[in-house]
């Protein structure tokens, strides 16, 4: 199994910035993707962004040239700059970890942490 233990959230006007970051912890060299998902109230769970072991990286487009996805496979922790935060970024954001042993594959969150943009 993997574990996944968020942290950064906060509340923050609209154009600040905020950095969350996820350490995983246990089965992590099944690890093959990580990224973030969010959740705003009354509405489903969205992918914000991935990155790949190899470097390959991906955003929603509402994120695009505002947030930055950034992994340390060492240290097993992925980050999420956010910048120029809009209020429409407001959600609770989930790490996701994607991965496979054998030929079994694995799907693990974090606990999620609150972001809050006001306008």
Do not use: H
């Amino acid at each position: 199994q993997v574990q996944l233990v968020e942290s950064g959230g906060g509340l923050v006007q609209a154009g600040g910035s905020l950095r969350l970051s996820c350490a995983a912890s246990g089965s992590v060299f099944s690890i093959i993707v990580m990224g973030w998902y969010r959740q705003a109230p009354g509405k489903q769970r969205e992918f914000v962004a991935s990155i790949t072991t190899g470097g390959i990286i991906n955003y929603v487009d509402s994120v695009k040239g505002r947030f930055t996805i950034s992994r340390d496979n060492a240290k097993n922790t992925v980050d999420l700059q956010m910048n120029r935060l809009k209020p429409e970024d407001t959600a609770v954001y989930y790490c996701n970890s994607f991965g496979r042993i054998g030929g079994v594959t694995n799907n693990y969150w974090g606990q999620g942490t609150q972001v809050t943009v006001s306008s």
